[in-house]
């Protein structure tokens, strides 16, 4: 075994990590693990036809079929749906991290991590920017078929960049949240099931339809509740229309969602990973 490591190390400089301070250490740690999860991914090219093909599939049924029936004033229902659908997209990619959280936890790989000096919650950042960057092929697919169907959003640069910036805010917390359900789950079974939370959770809110047909305590929940302010935020900043105090209450809730979210599932991988 000495010889094969000398033969596969010679002529190669081995770098030296004792004088990298701890931060350096742990970004690199994250960077190798972001990279693993991305190359899953461009390896399994059907996590992205899954990622994009249930909202598709919405996009389109929702366009033609129920679209004549929902007047809108002032507003194109296409216009109102795809930034409600992207949301959604985001919801339903979260399964994929809940269950590789899971499956990272229950087949040996986290003890075999734990082997080496590596920062432990690079495994869960690894899932989280890999989830996003997901999410965001899924945002362009999406636009694409909107256009193609009809979608005329007026916004211009600095919402569509506000736009996407929230989008971003709002995977990031939906993914940290995505991870501390797979640090929770005992099985990959139970991660599976644990995941639909995530999902259906955007379709309650102003994704598909107005809130102003539900039923009056439904009405207040759903308009109070963080995803629908985020996606009446995302849809003004899309289509170029008054957004009011919605962007500012999406920020607040999604970067305090966010951050206790990872403060939890960091502590939770902990102990599992330690158990």
């Known amino acids: 075994m000495t010889q094969t490591l ?9 770098p030296d990590t004792s004088t990298r301070s701890p931060i350096a250490l742990a970004l690199s ?16 090219p059907e996590m992205l036809i899954q990622a994009v093909s249930l909202p598709i599939v919405l996009l389109l049924l929702f366009r033609f079929m129920f679209g004549g ?20 997209s985001i919801g339903f990619n979260s399964t994929t991290t809940v269950v590789g959280v899971a499956s990272d936890l229950t087949n040996g790989l986290v003890e075999r991590f734990r082997s080496m000096p590596m920062a432990g919650p690079a495994v869960l950042v690894g899932h989280v920017v890999a989830g996003v960057l997901r999410s965001l092929v899924s945002l362009v697919v999406m636009v694409v078929i909107g256009l193609a169907i009809g979608f005329r959003p ?26 501390l359900l797979g640090s929770i789950a005992k099985t990959v079974e139970g991660a599976s099931g644990l995941g639909m ?38 849809r003004a900043l899309m289509n170029g229309t008054a957004l009011g105090s919605t962007g500012w209450l999406a920020l607040a809730w999604w970067v305090a969602i966010t951050a206790l979210a990872a403060f939890l599932a960091v502590r939770k991988f902990h102990q599992r990973s330690q158990g």
């Open 154 to 179: 007026g916004g211009g640069v600095l919402g569509w960049l506000g736009a996407v910036g929230l989008l971003a805010l709002f995977a990031s917390g939906i993914f940290w949240l995505a991870t």
């Open 197 to 234: 939370i995530l999902v259906f959770v955007p379709y309650a809110t102003s994704a598909l339809v107005p809130t102003a047909s539900m039923p009056g305590v439904l009405r207040v929940i759903v308009d109070n509740q963080p995803v629908t302010v985020l996606i009446d935020a995302v």
């Open 29 to 44: 740690d994250c960077r190798v693990l972001i990279g693993r999860n991305v190359k899953h991914i461009s390896r399994n």
């Open 69 to 88: 029936a929902i007047n809108l004033p002032g507003m194109a229902y296409v216009d109102y749906l795809v930034p409600g659908l992207v949301v959604v």
């Open 6 to 14: 000398s033969r596969e190390t010679e002529g190669k400089q081995i």
